[in-house]
């Protein structure tokens, strides 16, 4: 049934619009995953998200305690209509509900931080497991609450007087750095079956009136 | 002469913080400087200083075409009391007037750009020779002369639908690669000479009323 359906709004696209969206797919990973708690500026939300979309990072975890995250359009580009956003925002603690699921979907919760008790992010152990990257808002950082229940820190190594990177160069570098020593691992690409739920939202995203049509092709059965 | 006034201007300093500029001199560089043009978000300008200070990068030449120049403090984070900020402005076109020094100066001109025909941020040569990152506007990137004026063009693997970073980001993720890579080489740092006259900018810029201090301590010979 999904099948069909994805051969029927396959035919709205043309050839060259369909292998970009399977090279692409063939790029995503779920092996490292981004969380973001309480940003509050837009323009870092939104950079972060277009970072994530570049480098081919899947889901995007979203925690909501004081601040609700708001994108730029102008900055995120349409990134997040590619991705996956999972927002926490419905508790008195999103951050312990985030990382719990998160833990039970078998990530290790990395916290990004300043310090020297933190592993520089060079001799980052990517083959220790699936990682789940945390970067906290912009002023306080993480929150005590996540830097606890995290099982590792990360640190970019700092050479100047200024003690933080600006949270979207943060998690940029981060990613850029992970991610091309990921691309010359294995086993970090999404399942046959991942790839098709996302390949039929982007469908779904991306052909004008996509509702309409598959209420039409539902009726016809 | 010099030496003395830095003697002098030591004394109002603590030995950690002595001891911090001097480590902090240790770590910069004008092996590779960053050429920003025309930027008009605060917001981006900021961050890529903070980023240039964290990294070492003592240079930043800003060419003010059509946008001037501001930075936002909540974001910058005073970096750029510690960097020299080289402006060019007060031509018709800028742009030429900063490549054509740093060409005079050594420096290779390296255009950051998407595109098939730049080289990989890995696979950059940076034994080559001192190298000037550029990076263009936030919308509409490098200037037509820019490129056209560059010795080589760089460029950040992208995997998905959107083809380009944040500029901030994307100077923050080439400088990481970049810098980590230098710092496992030599002939990077800057010389004595160098060090001396950035630490008495240093000294006069973090000492209340240095240039009372100065002015007294000229007075008594």
Known sequence: MEKDLIVYLESFLTERRRALFRRVLDQRTRYLTVVLEDLYQPHNASAVLRSCECFGIQDVHIIENRNKYTVNPD?????????????????????????????EQGYRIVATVPGEDATPLEAFDLAAGKAALLFGTELTGLTGTAVSLADEKLV???????????????????LS????????????QLSPEEKEAIYLEWLKNSIKSSEQIIRKWEEKG
């Open 156 to 174: 970019i190594p700092m050479y100047g007087f200024t003690e933080s990177f600006n949270i979207s160069v943060s998690a940029g570098i981060i």
């Open 75 to 103: 900055i995120a580009l349409g990134s997040s209509k590619w991705l996956n956003l999972i927002k926490y925002n419905n508790r008195e603690d999103n951050t312990t509900a985030a990382i719990r699921s998160l833990k």
């Open 177 to 188: 750095h992970l991610v091309f020593r990921l691309h010359k691992t294995t086993g970090w």
